[in-house]
């Protein structure tokens, strides 16, 4: 082992050996801080000469150069080995000058081993070196794959089932065959019988004839028009007398006859005329702005500043009115002399009617 001791950087660069040093007596004589970069002496005699600050200086030490200041490589502690064996294992030894060490060949047979279906089982040594390599197929027991169904479990077809059987190999379950036989049933005149087990399978079926009728004359009575039919022929409702329209508005009420077969037979619009009496909750009169109106029932009171043209009173009329017997007559021919005058407003000119007490 190689130890360096000294103070200062540098780099040595290339070495050269130059001779043996006598450390005691600094023979050759050597100075701190000069000297050739790269020249080395080997120390001769042991000695403690100040060599830039070193002062150990022990046979077999370096004092080299590094082109500042002198180092020293220690030496003093180099073991020398003289031979060197080789171990289980090993191969190229002894050495006792220069030799190869290597890895002792094993019984092992160089080569790729495991793959998808084979697993490498291998014999290692103490010294953890493969002695044996072998190739052992991959075999796992069911116990040992977590979920995995063992082959030893068998698939049992039940009723209406067969097939099944152990799982080491595919099995196969299928529908087992009923007694019906394979057809179309049903259709036209006949109807499909058939029997269904407790699994819902067709286990017989059969035709079996729709019974045929013994009608042979359809007559259509009233209201209907189409018979007799003997074979095929198409039954309708007659029309009637009445004319297809829209019957009956706001004005008008739709009139309609029906026969005995709830037919209508004849349809018309009457007016709407629909008498007071039949109307019951009629109020009294307050306001009317029309010409010609005809009171033919009830009263009228409270009537006050009465404009109308046409009044015609078909019944007792009861006034309060201002009258005058002294008042004289427009007009002296007429025979009797009136109890007193009417003062009504016609047209906003006031007049006077008289009236008698006859």
Request: hydrophobic share 40%; aromatic share 4%; net charge negative.
């Amino acid at each position: 082992m190689l130890k360096v001791a000294g103070g200062g950087g540098g780099s040595a660069g290339a070495v050269k050996y130059v001779g043996t040093w006598d450390a005691a007596t600094n023979t050759p004589t050597l100075t701190s801080g000069i000297g050739n970069q790269g020249n080395y002496y080997v120390v001769s005699v042991p000695g403690n000469t100040n060599l830039d600050g070193i002062t150990d200086w022990q046979a077999g030490d370096w004092a080299i150069f590094n082109g500042t200041v002198w180092e020293k490589v220690d030496n003093s502690e180099v073991v020398y080995v003289s031979n060197v064996a080789t171990g289980t294992g090993l191969t190229g030894g002894p050495i006792t000058t220069t030799g190869t060490i290597s890895l002792a060949n094993t019984s092992v047979t160089a080569g790729v081993y495991g793959d998808a279906a084979n697993v490498p089982q291998v014999t290692f040594n103490a010294q953890g070196q493969a002695t044996n390599v072998t190739n052992v197929s991959i075999s796992i027991s069911v116990a040992n794959v977590a979920n995995a169904v063992p082959d030893t479990r068998e698939v049992i077809a039940g009723t209406g089932l067969t097939g099944g059987g152990n799982l080491a190999s595919n099995v196969t379950i299928s529908m087992s065959n009923t007694n019906v036989t394979p057809a179309t049933y049903g259709g036209g005149s006949n109807a499909a019988e058939v029997t269904v087990d407790a699994q819902g399978r067709i286990t017989a079926a059969a035709n079996v004839a729709i019974p045929q009728g013994t009608v042979t004359n359809i007559a259509t009575g009233t209201g209907l028009t189409g018979g007799p039919i003997t074979g095929n022929g198409t039954i309708a409702i007659a029309n009637t007398g009445v004319t297809a329209a829209t019957y009956g508005s706001a004005t008008e009420v739709a009139q309609v006859q029906v026969n005995a077969q709830g037919q209508v037979t004849n349809a018309s619009n009457v007016a709407i005329a629909i008498s007071t009496a039949n109307v019951s909750g009629l109020g009294t009169m307050a306001t009317q702005n029309a010409n010609a109106v005809a009171i033919t029932g009830g009263s009228a009171t409270g009537l006050s500043n009465l404009s109308a043209a046409n009044v015609v009173i078909t019944s007792t009329l009861s006034a309060n009115l201002s009258t005058s017997n002294t008042a004289a007559m427009p007009d002296p021919s007429l025979p009797l002399n009136p109890e007193g005058y009417i003062t009504v407003t016609i047209n906003g000119v006031a007049k006077k009617i008289p009236y008698y007490g006859v």
